[in-house]
T-cell receptor, first 108, second 115 residues
Framework: GQNIDQPTEMTATEGAIVQINCTYQ??????LFWYQQHAGEAPTFLSY????GLEEKGRFSSFLSRSKGYSYLLLKELQMKDSASYLC?????????FGAGTTVTVRA | ETGVTQTPRHLVMGMTNKKSLKCEQH?????MYWYKQSAKKPLELMFV???????ENNSVPSRFSPECPNSSHLFLHLHTLQPEDSALYLC??????????????FGPGTRLLVL
């Protein structure tokens, strides 16, 4: 089976940094994705990690440790528009298994 | 604009109705997917098509019937649904299945309410 855990909710202040953790136990691993989903909208691709380490893309960075079954998404210089749900998903062959998502609320 | 469109965006139906959800991708992809997203639950993979052939049917009840007439279009036919089927139904596409590393691009979803 697949087990992917991430916190349900996080709140942070505009301009701050937030780190969303994701732990996983899956039968196979071909990489880990992070998606952003605003309410009522499509999930949009943020990042993909398949090797250990940090991938930086502007204000967003994603880290992976395969030996620990752990990833995090780091959001820097938070903006109000970053308020959304962030989905961690593990790829096994061609199947994506998702966590339940972390709702991030950015306050002024 | 993600290149994946879905219609209708909202649908209310009774348990005896028959309706269809439509998905179209404008990205030239070869693989398409149906997911169910219920409140506070992870996205659940329902069906996977590659080059119009179904490669995955994830123990989905037969009241959900997918159809993929070509690589750009995917349908989900619904009949005699139950109230617990109320959810957001998301379509996604990816370039291929083969490499196993393809990013999936999602449509905006159809919000379904079964009364």
């Amino acid at each position: 089976g697949q087990n992917i855990d991430q916190p349900t909710e996080m709140t942070a202040t505009e301009g701050a940094i937030v780190q969303i953790n994701c732990t996983y136990q899956t039968s196979g691993f071909n990489g880990l994705f992070w998606y952003q989903q605003h309410a009522g909208e499509a999930p949009t691709f943020l990042s993909y990690n398949v090797l250990d380490g940090l991938e930086e893309k502007g204000r967003f960075s994603s880290f992976l440790s395969r030996s620990k079954g752990y990833s995090y998404l780091l959001l820097k210089e938070l903006q109000m528009k970053d308020s959304a749900s962030y989905l961690c998903a593990v790829l096994n062959d061609y199947k994506l298994s998702f966590g339940a998502g972390t709702t991030v609320t950015v306050r002024a | 604009e993600t290149g994946v469109t879905q219609t209708p965006r909202h649908l209310v139906m009774g348990m005896t109705n028959k309706k269809s959800l439509k998905c179209e991708q404008h990205l030239g992809h070869n693989a398409m997917y149906w997911y169910k997203q219920s409140a506070k639950k992870p996205l659940e993979l329902m069906f996977v098509y590659s080059l119009e052939e179904r490669v995955e049917n994830n123990s989905v009840p037969s009241r959900f019937s997918p159809e993929c007439p070509n690589s750009s279009h995917l349908f989900l036919h619904l009949h005699t649904l139950q109230p617990e089927d109320s959810a957001l139904y998301l379509c996604a596409s990816s370039q291929d299945l083969a490499s196993g590393q393809e990013t999936q691009y999602f449509g905006p979803g159809t919000r379904l309410l079964v009364l």
